[in-house]
């Protein structure tokens, strides 16, 4: 299964909503597909599993939703701290992972 | 709750190497562990995981030529690395798995160079 994250650059404001798609090459069970947020010298963050729950201690202002083949993960209110690199991710039936290329999430 | 990566360095083409990723808070044992790559100004590309079970499984690219395992005693995760290429160069993370599912808790990352 290949992951096609789009835009690949995404130029906002903050305050401004940020919506981020996942696209499956085939469908996909939801409670498998996870988002994380990557800064520049960091390890990624989880933010969503199963495709709509935040993990531990994400701000509300995250939202994930879709099914099937298509994913979006939603920033309601940008604040200075979300620019940063998105990858969706999925568990698969071959029991190996997958990553999209990412969305790049950058200060208009 | 963390993992403490390290064994990161400068290698050359057809070298061997061996990162470690200390966990705490958390046992190794139970839990499904991977690690995970980035190459230089690129995406995140999953390499390896071993199972709660002791079972193992490769991305293709490394497959035959890394290994992956762990010591329970002393709860760490190791990655052997063996026949290095170019292209091996990122920083590898490890990783631990959410209800196998997705990553929750990732270590700071280990920078491995193949090059001569």
């Known amino acids: 299964i290949v992951l096609t994250q789009s835009p690949g650059t995404l130029s906002l404001s903050p305050g401004e909503r940020a919506t981020l798609s996942c696209r499956a090459s085939?469908?996909?069970?939801?409670?498998?597909l996870a988002w994380y947020q990557q800064k520049p010298g960091q390890a990624p963050r989880l933010l969503i599993y199963?495709?709509?729950t935040r993990a531990t201690g994400i701000p509300d202002r995250f939202s994930g939703s879709g099914s099937g083949t298509d994913f979006t993960l939603t920033i309601s209110r940008l604040e200075s701290e979300d620019f940063a690199v998105y990858y969706c991710q999925h568990y698969g039936s071959s029991l190996r992972y997958t990553f999209g290329q990412g969305t790049t999430l950058e200060i208009k | 709750v963390q993992l403490v990566g390290s064994g990161g360095g400068l290698i050359q083409p057809g070298g061997s190497l061996r990162l470690s990723c200390a966990a705490s808070g958390f046992s190794v044992s139970t839990n499904y562990m991977s690690w995970v790559r980035q190459a230089p100004g690129k995406g995140l590309e999953w390499v390896s995981v071993i199972h709660s079970d002791g079972n193992t499984d490769y991305a293709d690219s490394v497959k035959g030529r890394f290994i992956i395992s762990r010591d329970n005693s002393n709860n760490t995760l190791f990655l052997q690395m063996n026949s290095l290429r170019a292209e091996d160069t990122a920083l590898y993370f490890c990783?631990?798995?959410?209800?196998?599912?997705?990553?929750?808790?990732w270590g700071q990352g280990a920078l491995v160079t193949v090059s001569s």
């Open positions: 990783a631990k798995s959410r209800l196998r599912r997705s990553f929750d808790i």
């Open positions: 085939q469908s996909i069970s939801s409670s498998y």
């Open positions: 199963g495709a709509s």
